[in-house]
């Protein structure tokens, strides 16, 4: 189901609302997802309703530090913790819910595990509301069986924003390709996708003949500093067997 502007606004206001909350008890919290590139792009933000791109959740990370601040503060926001998911994965993530709105809220602690693992270990505080551009490209690259939704994400992401070497509003191509230089398979789930993306542009209407072209120039120089970044010997190593060999982790099903 496609998500109208008013629900976006909703979305974001409520992100915020956490985000800003927890400012002022002292938790850091930042944006992950669909979430924060809606944040991020206003110039672009339209395609989310011409490219049919729905919200369901929000996800946000924050430190290990926070974490036994995390239950009372969401209690004292009105939302419902999932008790369950606590016991089970508390040390690295929560899942709260406003159950008014029939809303998820998401918090991962310290790093994402998924398909690939990403550490977040001193990178939150490069950006506000949101974790970096460059930490949202990998979160969204590193998905081995990528979904529409996120070939959407990135396409939206890569319109509004460069790729060159700092953070600031920009995907940093240097720290992707030095951190992908270290780990041949995330290196082999993130050039696989961002390849993906590149063949898939011409399948939404929604983009213009320019915005197609835009989006494949910066991934074509985003590969290209991933390929020239020196790999190392543990890379290399790997890179000798391939895909043959399982090279990510299956993904648990987390029921909320």
Not at 46 to 58: A, N, P, T
Not at 96 to 124: A, P, S, W
Not at 154 to 163: K, W
Not at 195 to 217: F, H, M, P, S, W
Request: glycine share 6%.
């Amino acid at each position: 189901m496609q998500t109208s502007t008013d629900e976006f606004s909703d979305f974001i206001n409520d992100a915020m609302r956490i985000i800003d909350a927890g400012k002022e008890k002292g938790i850091i919290f930042r944006l992950m997802g669909a979430c924060a590139i809606r944040l991020h792009c206003p110039k672009f933000g339209y395609l989310y309703e011409g490219m049919k791109r729905s919200l369901s959740d929000i996800d946000l990370m924050t430190y290990g530090n926070f974490r036994m601040k995390l239950k009372p503060f969401f209690t004292g926001m009105g939302f419902t913790p999932n008790e369950a998911i606590i016991r089970y994965y508390g040390m690295k993530r929560h899942i709260y819910y406003d159950e008014k709105k029939n809303r998820t809220v998401d918090v991962f602690i310290d790093r994402l595990e998924m398909c690939h693992t990403i550490q977040f270990k001193g990178r939150l505080e490069l950006d506000y509301p949101t974790i970096t551009l460059s930490d949202i490209l990998l979160e969204k690259m590193q998905i081995v069986k990528i979904t529409d939704k996120d070939i959407k994400d990135t396409i939206i992401m890569l319109l509004e924003h460069d790729v060159g070497e700092t953070e600031k509003e920009m995907v940093n191509m240097r720290y992707v390709a030095k951190l992908l230089s270290d780990d041949w398979g995330f290196y082999y789930t993130v050039t696989t996708n961002l390849k993906k993306i590149k063949e898939a542009v011409g399948e939404y209407e929604a983009l213009t003949d320019a915005n197609r072209q835009d989006v494949k120039a910066k991934i074509d120089k985003l590969l290209d500093a991933i390929e020239r970044e020196p790999k190392s010997f543990k890379w290399k190593l790997r890179a000798r067997t391939g895909p043959s060999k399982k090279w990510y982790t299956e993904v648990e099903e987390v029921i909320r």
